[in-house]
């Protein structure tokens, strides 16, 4: 079956370290993207790849960092510089051709820092 | 720029009764406009599209949608409300190519016995 997949569900770090979210898709999507999502704030974009080995920042990029190395593949590193780091994390992916241009999404990583 | 605005973070309804979910947008270009249905812990579904064809949009589950541009609306409206459309649903605006979405703050919809 064809979709997008992230792991792992739940993860739990201390503050300080570093974290990096997986996001896979088998859907031969050219665009990627990460959203973080906070209780009443609605999905904020984190970053955005259209195409292999470029990337893009969205509107709260800062303490975050991605790569683009695989069509299929789009981490999400969660840095020690970013101040409230617990959140739900979901990936997307998207064609943009013919009369589609919706996204899919992955079922998404909540993130806990203590 | 374009930006989403969703009515009421929460709306209640009864089983049975019509289910409306208000969503305006703002964008400089004709826009492209979807509805998203999220249950706890899950990503996020698509519910209908709306991409420059007609109107009016029927999607999934029974729900469908109207563009007014000269309202600049898409709100979602389901006759009937069953126990199962409680969810949390999110509109969204983007444009033509591989260009990120942007979301409302959401309206989460509960639905009473």
């Known amino acids: 079956d064809g979709g997008i997949t992230q792991s792992p569900k739940y993860l739990f770090r201390k503050e300080g370290q570093n974290v990096t979210l997986s996001c896979e898709q088998n859907l031969n999507h050219d665009a990627m993207y990460w959203y973080r999502q906070d209780p009443g704030q609605g999905l904020r974009l984190i970053y955005y790849s259209q195409i292999v080995n470029d990337f893009q920042k969205g509107d709260i990029a800062e303490g975050y960092s991605v790569s683009r190395e695989k069509k299929e593949s789009f981490p999400l590193t969660v840095t020690s510089a970013q101040k409230n780091p617990t959140a739900f994390y979901l990936c997307?992916?998207?064609?943009?051709?013919?009369?589609?241009?919706?996204?899919?999404f992955g079922p998404g990583t909540r993130l806990t820092v203590t | 720029a374009q930006s989403v605005t969703q009515l009421g973070s929460h709306v209640s309804v009864s089983e049975g009764a019509l289910v409306l979910l208000r969503c305006n947008y703002s964008?400089?270009?004709?826009?492209?406009l979807f509805w998203y249905v999220q249950y706890p812990n899950q990503g996020l579904q698509l519910l209908l599209k709306?991409?420059?064809?007609?109107?009016l949009v029927k999607g999934i589950n029974g729900f469908e949608a109207e563009f007014k541009k000269s309202e600049t609306s898409f709100h979602l409206t389901k006759p009937s409300a069953h126990m199962s459309d409680a969810a949390e649903y999110f509109c969204?605006?983007?444009?033509?190519?591989?260009?990120?979405?942007?979301f409302g703050k959401g309206t989460r919809l509960s639905v009473i016995a």
């Open positions: 964008s400089s270009v004709p826009p492209y």
């Open positions: 709306y991409t420059s064809a007609a109107t």
């Open positions: 969204a605006v983007t444009k033509p190519g591989n260009t990120p979405l942007v």
């Open positions: 997307a992916s998207s064609t943009g051709t013919g009369s589609s241009y919706e996204q899919y």
